[in-house]
């Protein structure tokens, strides 16, 4: 994906987002194994890692659809589209 966003699209935007992407994911998985039994025992069980990964697993998912729809979006000229 690197390749083609870089080379062949020649765009930098999706990179970062991509980039962030990966940011995120390895964030919730940190949060899963590494906080969760801090987390459980902090909060007297109310809260435990489960809830954090979810969170930053659904912003990952936020940023790859940023990433492709600025990938897949097209510039359209007005003079070719009279209003």
Do not use: H
């Amino acid at each position: 994906m690197s390749y083609i966003v870089l080379r062949i699209l020649n765009e930098r935007r999706p990179m970062v987002y991509y980039l962030l992407a990966r940011l995120l994911f390895v964030l919730s998985q940190l949060a899963f194994f590494l906080l969760g039994r801090v987390l459980c025992t902090a909060s007297n069980q109310k809260v435990d890692g489960l809830f954090l990964k979810t969170v930053l697993e659904t912003a990952a998912v936020g940023v790859l659809y940023l990433a492709w729809k600025s990938i897949t979006e097209e510039s359209w000229d007005d003079e070719y589209y009279p209003s």
